[in-house]
C-alpha cells in the first residue's frame, strides 16, 4: 500500500528538521523595520526569556523592548521610555538624528538595567551638553510603570554600557565623542546616582571610523570588548579586542572583523552595532543592525532593522560570527518555547 511509506517518510522528515522539536533555522531580519542598535540579554531566571532594547531617536513611547522564549517569535511587550516624567528632555531635541541613542539592556541584582544616551545632535561633538547619558531600571519589564525616571551621569560620548566585575562594582564603557577622540573609555560608575570616577581610554579600535557600541564580556578568563567600527553606512563592522584585567590594556583580535558585510554585494549591508548572549544549552548568538539595501546601497526604506546569527566560542579563543543573510540557520533553537506573558 502506497500511503504508510510516505506517511513515515514524512514523520521522519519533520523529526530530522526539528531535533527535539524544534527548527535550527530562522529568518532575518528578526525585527523587520526601526530597530537599530539591538542589545540582548538571556534571563534564565525570569522564565527563560530573551529580552532586548533597540534605539528609538526622537520617538515617544521610546527605547521598545521586545521579548522571546524561542529567539522565533518576538513580541514588542512595551517601551522603557513611557512617561514624559522619565525624561522631560526627550521633548525638546531637535533633530531626526537627535533623541535616544544606542541602549544597553543588562540584568544584575534581580534589576533590568538600562544605560542608553540622549543626544542633542544639532551641538558641536565636544560640546558637553550634547550628550546627556542616564541610567533606567525596572524590576518588571513588563508593566510601563516599574520603569524608572532617568538617572543623569556626566559622560562626553555615547553607546554607554554598565558592567559588573567580580567583585561587585559597576563600570560603564562607552565611546567618546568621535570627532574628538579618543575612543572607547570607561569609569566607575554608582548606578544609583549617577555620580562617575575618573574616565579612562581602554581601547581606540583596530583603525576604523569611530569605535563605539562597546559591550564587555567576561568569560574564559578574559575581559573580551566587542566593538563597532566604520561608522553606521557600508564600511560599518563588527571587531574585537580583550584583556586579562577589567581596564586594559585590550589586545585587539587578529581576525577582525568578526562580522562585517562591507565589500560584498549581498542584500543585507551596513552589519554592525553588535551585542552577545548565550542560550540555555550555552549556545553563543549575536544581534546586529542591518540595512537592505545591497548592492547597490541607495535606498532602504525600511531603516536600520534587527539581525541575528549564530556564533561559536570554544572556551579561551576569539569567536567566530555567521556572516548574516536572510534564511540562516544556526543553533538548535532553545526548548523552552512558551508563550510570552500576554500572548494567547
Ligand atoms: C555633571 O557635571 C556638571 C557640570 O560639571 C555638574 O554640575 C553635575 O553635578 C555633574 N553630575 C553628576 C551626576 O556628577
Ligand atoms: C588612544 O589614542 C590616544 C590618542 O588619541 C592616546 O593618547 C591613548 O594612549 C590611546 N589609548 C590606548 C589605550 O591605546
Ligand atoms: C573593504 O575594502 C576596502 C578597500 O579594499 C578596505 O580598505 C576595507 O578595509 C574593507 N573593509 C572591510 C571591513 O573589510
Redo the contacts with the bound molecule.
Keep these: 500500500m502506497l500511503l504508510t511509506p510516505l506517511l513515515l517518510g514524512l514523520t521522519a522528515c519533520v523529526s530530522a528538521l526539528g531535533g527535539h522539536g524544534h527548527d535550527s533555522t530562522f529568518n532575518n531580519p528578526i525585527f523587520p523595520g526601526f530597530y537599530p542598535d539591538p542589545s540582548c540579554i538571556y534571563i534564565p531566571e525570569r522564565d527563560h526569556t530573551f529580552f532586548c532594547a533597540s534605539s528609538s531617536f526622537n520617538a515617544f513611547p521610546g527605547i521598545p523592548i521586545h521579548a522571546s522564549k524561542d529567539l522565533q517569535n518576538w513580541k514588542l511587550i512595551g517601551h522603557a521610555l513611557n512617561r514624559k516624567e522619565q525624561l522631560p528632555r526627550l521633548a525638546e531635541t531637535n533633530r531626526l538624528t537627535s533623541g535616544i541613542w544606542a541602549p544597553a539592556l543588562r540584568f544584575h541584582d534581580d534589576t533590568f538595567w538600562l544605560v542608553t544616551t540622549l543626544v542633542d545632535d544639532d551641538r558641536p561633538q565636544a560640546d558637553f551638553s550634547r550628550w546627556d547619558n542616564i541610567i533606567f531600571k525596572a524590576k518588571d519589564p513588563y508593566n510601563p510603570k516599574s520603569w524608572s525616571n532617568a538617572v543623569h551621569f556626566n559622560f562626553t560620548g555615547y553607546d554607554t554600557e554598565p558592567f559588573w566585575d567580580e567583585d561587585g562594582k559597576a563600570y560603564i564603557t562607552g565611546a567618546h565623542a568621535w570627532q574628538v577622540g579618543p575612543y572607547i573609555e570607561q569609569a566607575e560608575v554608582d548606578l544609583d546616582t549617577g555620580k562617575a570616577g575618573e574616565w579612562r581610554v581602554i581601547w581606540n579600535g583596530t583603525g576604523?571610523m569611530a569605535p563605539e557600541g562597546p559591550h564587555i564580556y567576561r568569560k574564559y578568563g578574559w575581559y573580551y570588548l566587542l566593538a563597532a567600527e566604520?561608522g553606521t553606512g557600508v564600511?560599518h563592522?563588527v571587531t574585537m579586542a580583550r584583556s586579562k584585567t577589567l581596564s586594559g590594556p585590550y589586545e585587539s583580535n587578529p581576525g577582525n572583523?568578526v562580522l562585517?558585510n562591507?565589500?560584498t554585494t549581498s542584500y543585507f549591508q551596513t552589519v554592525g552595532h553588535c551585542d552577545l548572549f548565550q542560550d540555555s544549552n550555552g549556545n553563543w548568538w549575536a544581534v546586529a543592525l542591518s540595512t537592505r539595501s545591497g548592492p547597490e546601497y541607495l535606498h532602504y526604506p525600511m531603516g536600520r532593522e534587527t539581525v541575528m546569527t549564530a556564533v561559536s566560542w570554544p572556551e579561551g579563543e576569539w569567536p567566530t560570527f555567521t556572516p548574516i543573510a536572510g534564511r540562516m540557520s544556526g543553533w538548535p533553537m532553545p526548548r523552552d518555547a512558551k508563550d510570552i506573558r500576554g500572548v494567547g
Design positions: 576604523g566604520g564600511d563592522m572583523p562585517t562591507a565589500n
